[in-house]
Every structure is written in structure tokens, then in C-alpha cells.
């Protein structure tokens, strides 16, 4: 089983950027894909982004694209998400997430570990 810690969440004015953390520990290795989604109040899990842990390959959800970008450092085992000009439709909790297999479809049921989950607020 993965652990996953998000961090870097919190309030943020329109237009401006958040970097998003995510550790990772315990069983890893079998980990080929991390992603980030959010949920805003009333609504579904959305997908934001994901990324490829071995060749960097990324997707991104409609929402993020231009926006958003997702990284990571393999050394620290550690995902980010850099997100700019935020809007407050952007407000939501985000969550981290590990799986095993990596494409360019990929919804939460590929996931199978998350994180807690953090807030991020965008004031108008």
C-alpha cells in the first residue's frame, strides 16, 4: 500500500498560482502513475492531471490544460502540481492518487491509493 501526503494548499486570489505536494511513501515500487484530482462542493471527482513515474509522459483534464503542470522527482518521491492564473472555479479539494498503469483515458477508478485530500480556495 502507498501513503500519499498532499501539501501547498490554501487561499489564493484570482490570477494567481499554488504549488501542490505530494509524498509518497511505502510500497512504491509498484507504482507506474500518479495523478491529481479535485472535487468541488456538490459536484463529482475531477481529473486534473497525471503523470507517467518512469518516462514523464503527462495528461491533463480539460480544465488544466494551458494552466496546470504536473512534475514530479523521483528522488523524493514526490508528485507536484503547479497551477497559474487559478480562477475560483478552481476551488475544490485536490487529491493525490498512485496507480499502476499509465494512458491517456484515465479516470479515479485507475487509482488505487489517495491521499487525505487538501483545500484549495480561489477568491474572486
Known amino acids: 500500500q502507498v501513503q500519499l501526503e498532499e501539501s501547498g494548499g490554501g487561499l489564493v486570489q484570482a490570477g494567481g498560482s499554488l504549488r501542490l505536494s505530494c509524498a509518497a511513501s511505502?510500497?512504491?515500487?509498484?507504482?507506474?502513475?500518479m495523478g491529481w484530482f479535485r472535487q468541488a462542493p456538490g459536484k463529482g471527482r475531477e481529473f486534473v492531471a497525471a503523470?507517467?513515474?518512469?518516462?514523464?509522459?503527462?495528461a491533463y483534464g480539460d480544465s488544466a490544460k494551458g494552466r496546470f503542470t504536473i512534475s514530479r522527482d523521483n528522488t523524493k518521491n514526490t508528485l507536484y502540481l503547479q497551477m497559474s492564473s487559478l480562477e475560483p472555479e478552481d476551488t475544490a479539494v485536490y487529491y493525490c492518487a498512485a496507480g499502476r498503469i499509465f494512458s491517456y483515458g484515465l479516470s479515479s477508478g485507475d487509482f488505487g491509493s489517495w491521499g487525505q485530500g487538501i483545500q484549495v480556495t480561489v477568491s474572486s
Open positions: 503523470i507517467n513515474w518512469r518516462d514523464s509522459r503527462t
Open positions: 511505502g510500497r512504491t515500487s509498484g507504482t507506474f502513475v
